[in-house]
C-alpha cells in the first residue's frame, strides 16, 4: 500500500514518527528530573497525561523545586502556554467550511509546538487535506511517545543519567532542535523579521526578568511584528488574499 493509499489516520500517524522519536528522550528525561523533586510515578505520569507539555512539565518541576505558591505555579503555566490558543484557529484556515468538526475536542488537546508544525507544514504544502482523522493520528502518535517516555523515565528513578552527563546535555537540547528543524520546514522569507524580533525580545527578557516573562513577551513582540512589518517581497495584503485563494483552489 503506497502513503497515497493509507487512510488518514494512517498518514497523520507516520507523520508523528519523527515528533514521536524527538520525544521519548525528553520524556524519558523529564520523567528522571520528576524523580529528583520526589513526585511518585502516579504524579509524574499524571502530568505527561493531563498538562502534556515540555515547557510548562520542566517550568512545574522548577517550580515545585522552589516551593512557589500555588498560584504563582499557575498562573505562570498559564502565561507559558497562551501560545496554544493561536494554534486551533490557525489550522481552521486550513479546512474547508464543510469540513466537519466533530472530534475538534479531542484532536485540539494533541497540538503541541511540534504536532502544530507539522501539521501546518503538511496543509501549506498541499500534499495534505485538512481532516481530523489526520489530526488524530497525528496526535496519537505524538502523545503516546511523551507519556511512554515519561512513565520509562520515571520507572528508571533518579540518578539514571548521573554517569552520562554529554548525553544528559543532549536530550536538554533536543526538544528545541526538533521544533526549530518543524518550523524551517513552514518558513517563507517574509516570516524570517517575524521570527527575528521574537526571538530577540524572548531572549531578552529571559535574561533580563524571567523565563515565563520572556516566552510572554516574544509572543506578543512577534504578534504586532507580524502586523506591522512590511512584506521583503512588496505584496500587497489583497494579492496575499488572491494567492492563498488560489492555493486553495489548486488543492
Not at 92 to 99: D, G, I, S, V
Not at 144 to 165: C, E, H, N, Q, R
Not at 170 to 193: C, D, S
Amino acid at each position: 500500500m503506497t502513503p497515497a493509499q493509507r487512510s488518514p489516520f494512517l498518514r497523520g500517524l507516520a507523520a508523528s514518527l519523527p515528533i514521536a522519536l524527538g520525544y521519548a528522550p525528553i520524556a524519558f528525561s523529564f520523567g528522571i528530573a520528576a524523580t529528583h523533586v520526589g513526585l511518585s510515578l502516579t504524579q509524574t505520569a499524571g502530568l505527561s497525561v493531563i498538562v502534556y507539555s515540555g515547557a510548562a512539565q520542566f517550568m512545574a518541576l522548577a517550580i515545585i523545586a522552589a516551593g512557589a505558591s500555588l498560584p504563582v505555579a499557575v498562573l505562570t503555566l498559564v502565561l507559558i502556554n497562551l501560545r496554544h490558543l493561536i494554534y486551533g484557529p490557525t489550522l481552521l484556515r486550513a479546512a474547508r467550511p464543510e469540513t466537519p468538526l466533530k472530534m475538534g475536542w479531542l484532536w485540539s488537546f494533541s497540538l503541541t509546538d511540534e504536532v502544530f508544525a507539522a501539521a501546518l507544514a503538511a496543509f501549506s504544502r498541499g500534499g495534505e487535506r485538512f481532516s481530523e482523522s489526520y489530526m488524530l493520528g497525528l496526535g496519537i502518535g505524538a502523545y503516546s511517545s511523551w507519556v511512554g517516555g515519561t512513565i520509562l523515565g520515571a520507572m528508571a528513578g533518579a540518578g539514571a543519567l548521573d554517569g552520562f552527563p554529554a548525553l544528559a546535555a543532549g536530550l536538554g537540547f533536543m526538544l528545541t532542535a526538533l521544533f526549530l528543524a518543524l518550523l524551517l520546514a513552514i518558513l517563507a522569507p517574509r516570516q524570517i523579521p517575524v521570527i527575528a524580533v521574537a526571538g530577540v525580545v524572548t531572549v531578552i527578557l529571559m535574561l533580563t526578568v524571567s523565563t515565563a516573562a520572556g516566552i510572554v513577551g516574544g509572543m506578543l513582540a512577534g504578534a504586532l511584528a507580524g502586523v506591522l512589518l512590511p512584506d521583503p517581497a512588496g505584496a500587497a495584503p489583497g494579492d496575499a488574499d488572491a494567492a492563498e485563494g488560489e492555493h486553495a483552489d489548486a488543492a
